[in-house]
């Protein structure tokens, strides 16, 4: 099948790239493995009318006007603002940490404990708070969330935990706009690609020799599946999720995700779907769903959430980049093909940006070689999700 540009993956990255280069006239052909489009942010309606997230709840929140506006091209947003409670010592507090609880917990012991120059995320943590409060919240939330101990992961991590008061509980610089999409994510894409050829169910790498893109192959899936493993894996921290629903219960959980910091307690967090549907819809739907989440590790053809920061994975990545940059007509991007954590308003716009520089080579002669460097985008650049 020749096509002026295929785009592999109907995730985000490929929903807005194939929309933009086929708004601008480009012919497009999506090829998505699953039977489904939406990738990791694709969502179902559960039989009891819940919406659910496939994989973890999505938050959609952006500080960009422009881009606020460019999504709601797709959908009707209405208002959500995640909350977010851990259960510490049998008790749901807030998260983030909250300075009257460590006021509450610690007393006149109250400040941080580490001084000096951080070699280690749990240094950091320590940099910032008494040692109760980092056990309570983070150290064994951490050790499941990432298989290793605080102490050897980077300390730049650290940089996403706040500590906020009472009043003001949100995190400080958060993002302005915060919503979710009526429908659900699956409609919201299903809406960017309207018009655009589609073959679902079909793994591009196993029938890559009967596609040929005359312009661009846009490739959103694993770099490392891409050249077939062969130089290694890259690894990554995914979720085992349990979801069970409760015919006779009107709501389970205070807040719509509850975090378990606690070694004691197998789940990292559940989710209760319910809280994330608009008021209206909420009240008439009868019993209520839950998802617990059990961190695992993972790679190759697994389900791939959260690349692991660390200093063999991040050279792995860059051997393959730099192979990919000696293909031409290739552009591997997305958090896979980038192997990098995007939040969902950061690869829109990344998406936006490379299909810009895209079309602006279209009437050039030059064949355009992936805009992506080796020096660029790698796991350990950008401080993964700690906690939410
Ligand atoms: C657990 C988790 C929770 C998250 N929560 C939030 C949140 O609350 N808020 C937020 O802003 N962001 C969140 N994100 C980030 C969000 O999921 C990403 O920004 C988004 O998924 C990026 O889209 P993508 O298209 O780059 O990747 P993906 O969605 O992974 O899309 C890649 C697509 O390529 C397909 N594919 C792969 N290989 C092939 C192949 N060989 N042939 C054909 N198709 C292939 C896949 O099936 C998939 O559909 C979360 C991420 C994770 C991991």
């Known amino acids: 099948m020749t096509e002026e540009y295929i785009v592999v993956g109907a ?6 790239m194939a929309h933009e280069l086929h708004k601008a006239g480009g012919r497009v052909l999506i090829v998505e493995r699953n039977t489904y489009i939406g990738g990791n942010t694709s969502d179902v309606l559960h ?6 997230h496939r994989n973890g709840p999505h938050y959609f929140r952006c500080g960009s006007d422009a881009l606020w506006n460019y999504v709601r091209q797709f959908a009707e947003f209405y208002p959500y603002r995640a909350q977010i409670q851990a259960l510490v010592n049998g008790r749901p507090e807030a998260w ?5 609880y460590i006021a509450q917990r610690c007393g006149s012991k109250s400040q941080a404990v580490f001084d000096g120059v951080p070699r280690n995320f749990e240094e950091a943590c320590l940099g910032r708070m008494p040692r109760a409060v980092y056990e309570d919240f983070i150290k064994h939330y951490t050790i499941k969330q990432w298989g290793i101990q605080p102490t050897e992961l980077a300390p730049g991590l650290a940089a996403r935990i706040q500590i906020v008061s009472a009043d003001r509980p949100h995190l400080a610089g958060a993002k302005r ?7 659900g994510y699956t409609r919201m894409m299903e809406r960017m690609i309207d018009g655009i050829p589609r073959l679902l169910a079909c ?28 130089n290694g894996y890259l690894d990554y921290r995914s979720q085992r999720r349990e979801t069970e629903y409760f015919p006779d219960e009107e709501m389970r959980q205070s807040v719509a995700q509850l975090n378990y910091p606690s070694p004691a307690e197998a789940a990292i967090r559940s989710i209760e779907w319910k809280h994330l549907l608009p008021a209206a819809e909420r009240k008439r739907i009868q019993g209520t769903l839950i998802t617990r ?23 792995l990545y860059k051997h393959y980049r730099r192979r990919a940059e000696r293909i ?14 995007y939040d969902m308003d950061q690869a829109i716009a990344r998406a936006r940006k490379l299909a810009g520089d895209l079309l602006a080579h ?20 950008s401080p993964p999700r700690t906690t939410c």
């Open 11 to 16: 995730g985000l990255t490929g929903c807005v």
């Open 47 to 52: 039989e009891s009318g819940i919406r659910m």
């Open 96 to 100: 983030p940490i909250q300075r009257e």
């Open 177 to 183: 706009h915060h919503g979710l999409p009526l429908g």
């Open 203 to 230: 793994d591009y790498l196993q029938h890559r020799r009967s596609f040929h893109a005359a312009r661009m192959l846009i490739y959103t899936g694993g770099i490392d599946a891409f050249f077939n493993y062969d």
């Open 293 to 315: 989440e059990y961190p695992v590790a993972a790679r190759g053809d697994e389900a791939l959430e959260y690349p692991v920061p660390d200093a063999g994975n991040t050279a």
């Open 328 to 341: 031409g007509k290739v552009l591997i991007c997305g958090r896979l093909g980038e192997y990098r954590y």
């Open 362 to 381: 279209r009437n050039s002669r030059v064949v355009m070689r992936t805009p992506l460097t080796a020096r660029g985008p790698a796991a350990a650049d």
